[in-house]
DNA sequence: AATGAATGAGAGTTCATTCAT
DNA sequence: GATGAATGAACTCTCATTCAT
């Protein structure tokens, strides 16, 4: 938990320390990190950073907290404009790539998690997760996919996003068994090369599409 | 890299090693696992490691490379036999998760690559993957499955596989975003809730399936 | 030196930072006893403190200070009834097994002095013998004890109070080492076993003890 | 618990480091003193401290328990040599004194353990005490002294020793509420002056003495 | 009179790695 | 081939004390 502050200076000793935190963890990982580090970004002393969290533990918890709002919200900007479920799910799946390319490292916070405070990382994926339910469930009852278990569709699609996003925006686009035929040029819809991400949400489409899998959604 | 053997006593010092690095990880994770805590589960002398491994990080990256394999075989063991691509993928995933179940700490390992050795990481799933398309491209050919881009797909399938992985079979059946309906009973197939397994693979038919979804998948 | 006061609002405080720090010092040591948690027990900020003490050894020693006088106050209660040196000395010792006995960590404190303060200690200690040898010196004149020489019993008496104190009073009535034949139920006369005090007596009585040693202390 | 060495190398570091916490004990006292003071003393670096030692506690532990023996050793010296008990009394006590003398703030880490480590203080009072009650029963076996419960004295004669032993050896002859007219200049005996001394034995000799107490004592 | 945010020195402890034996 | 004693840098975290408000 965190402490002290209460007043406006406090507050702000507090902001500076937690962005100070997000760049060092993103630059060297949990381990590698140190509170000396973040403190001297920081600009104040060391003893300062335990006035306002109990542990570099703590910060780190607070740290996913926050990029996992940041996250919904990169997600769900777009998705509301969206006339179809599956319109919606490509603004979603564009979102996240673009959040994912503007901090790459800062991802990979996010995920490491998993080895450092798995209760975090689990309270991430479920919250993502809770919103995609929702949304499959009403284009269920609308008739406009196919009637799979909405939970199961949800994790699955949470999973096609994490890995597709490691895959082309994390290691870049070309790479050791890269997708050889990928446009690295064309990015118009988002941070992963067009054709992939076409064919991406081809492969989704089809996955919840009713009847036959032609939803589409050509760029 | 490695070092020191060639005679068999050397083998053989160097095997109980790896199998003792192995266990430690799987139990500590990579940060808090020591080279000390190794060599003792090994029975050897704390320098002895040094000469079999350069670093901590090298016998690191050698497991994951062995588990790679284990992972893999775990994985086409069954799928010689099926006769659709579906029926391969179905037998595949099954693979996977079962060596999940079994070695739960174990796979948390080559996940922990991504921020103790990328390339490790990058170096594992690409190989599964590349497995993976040509399966894909074999049923392209043969008009079996729909002609989305075999690498992709692979791609896509292979993150759905991590996140149910990670989802029903390392957090357990139960838990907060749990699938309510899932049927904890049954398990015939795999270490994933028959009914969450089955979706998935409706899921993953509709995706792949040609025309329409009707690949299902029914257990 | 302490400071600030004056005002009855400002002694008030003070007095609640003693009370706490006598507290928060019999519960944990000096060395682990913080500021902090003094001012948190007593409801005042950190910096309050120090308007009232100079630092953290200044209120430990206004406490043994404190302490001394309650100690004194505590043996020479009853002694001042006694019609005969010994009646004085078995008053005496009673009612310091009985201070330390209700405030077993406070008496510690007292103790604690001689790593931390030793001068306070030594004040302590003479404060005491000064009024002991006041009394002996009295009963040699009116010949009612021996004629040695009334500091070294004093302090021979105080060594025997503070080890018998701490053997059967601090440490408790059982454990090893402990007296075989010490009856535990009976307690009349203080907070040692009446066996202990009564052959402490003896033991007393025989040092002091006119012509013969014989005699004394039965209870 | 203690660790690794076994070889003459790793035995004569062990001693190293435990002659360096002594003195640094002894120096600052326990809370004062830091491992890197002592591994510095001792000319080894940081980490091979915690190769002989678990912890900072560890030393001190080991410590209490070896000037146990010496003091106990000190103490029996000359004791074996007197034909009365009173004589080895005598002999007992001078070895404290002379041991306490010898290395003063040696004898104060001993006494710390009281608030560093309480079982460990409690452990050489009781063998200390243990061999004392040996002697006395004997003693009164042979109709040497009274009969009084021999735990009971064995600890008030411990209080004695500590007490005086503090008042004359450790704060010195003089001082405040020094006992006026100790003789400082002689001292054949103990450290103590002599005539302190001597006014001790008669004490001791008046409890412990059979029939009247009045003998003993003359220098 | 009172506050509490800020400090920074320093604590105990761990560990990958080296190298003389 | 094997050992294990030795290292020292680096870590997280605590705390008495100050001082602007």
């Not at 000396?36 to 060391?46: D, K, L, N, P, W």
């Not at 499959?136 to 699609?157: C, H, K, N, S, Y």
């Not at 890269?178 to 992963?192: E, K, L, N």
């Amino acid at each position: 938990m965190s402490a002290a502050p209460r007043t406006a200076r406090g507050e702000k000793t507090r902001r500076r320390l937690l962005e100070a935190a997000e760049h060092v963890f993103a630059e060297h990982g949990y381990t590698e990190a140190s509170v000396s580090r973040i403190t001297e970004r920081a600009g104040v002393g060391q003893g300062t950073f335990y006035l306002y969290f109990d542990s570099k533990l703590d910060v780190f918890d607070e740290l996913v907290e926050d990029l996992n709002q940041r996250v919904r919200h990169a997600m769900s900007e777009g998705a509301r404009g969206a006339s179809t479920r599956l319109e919606a799910e490509r603004a979603g799946f564009a979102g996240f790539f673009r959040f994912t390319a503007e901090h790459p490292a800062l991802y990979r916070v996010v995920r490491e998690a998993e080895f450092v405070s798995p209760g975090a990382l689990r309270m991430h994926y479920t919250r993502i997760v809770e919103g995609y339910i929702d949304g499959l469930r009403q284009a269920q009852d609308d008739g406009e996919i196919t009637d799979i278990d909405p939970t199961v569709a949800a994790w699955a699609l949470m999973g096609i996003g994490e890995m597709i996003g490691m895959r082309w925006v994390l290691w870049g686009t070309g790479g050791d068994g890269a997708g050889g035929d990928a446009d690295p040029t064309a990015s118009g819809t988002s941070a992963v090369p067009d054709h992939v991400f076409d064919e991406m949400m081809r492969f989704i489409g089809g996955a919840l599409g009713r009847g036959r899998g032609e939803g589409e959604g050509g760029s």
